[in-house]
């Protein structure tokens, strides 16, 4: 089917406004379209001599599973720290001494996803967690072994690239949440909300 401008610009706030790409203020330009982001972020995926950008730890690692479940994520701990890579291959996740904090309320995260993204971070323990917290003044969300956030993106990206895919609902969401045992105030969403 062929669009002209308008169409295309008239989906495109469409797809935005149900959550489906964050575009630039203003603009018709996408800068996000989970879980790929068009800007410099602290997590690149690897494949060969091909990168992208995730714009969070969850986000990369939907990136590797969307390109064949064969990648590297070059990232920092706490987004400052050391320098690590987290390595997938034939999705199985082989670097595993990894957590992963939710600082964020999900039923808060798209009042600036943008933000959101970029506090979802990697850490190497609970502890360094607290510290990184305490230090920014930043409540302590939910804390995951990167395990459990794999095999939770592996689900929750695992359509994004399909022709007809279509943003989970907010029920969809609080039964793959279930499904992957990610519970508490970080992962409660209301039935009642109209998206997520």
Known sequence: MRCDDVQVR???????????????????EIWIAHPFSAAPTTCVVTLGDRKWWGNCIWCALGVVHLIGGTGTIETRLSAIDAPVTVRIENGVLLDEDFVVHFPIKMKQAWENVVYTCSVQLLFRDAAQTDEWCAVRNIPRGDVRPIRQIWEFAKIWYGRHADADWKKWTVKEAIEIFARHHLDGPTWSLSEEAARF
């Open 10 to 28: 008239t989906g495109l706030h469409a797809l935005a406004d149900d959550h489906g790409v964050v575009l630039h203020p203003g603009s018709d």
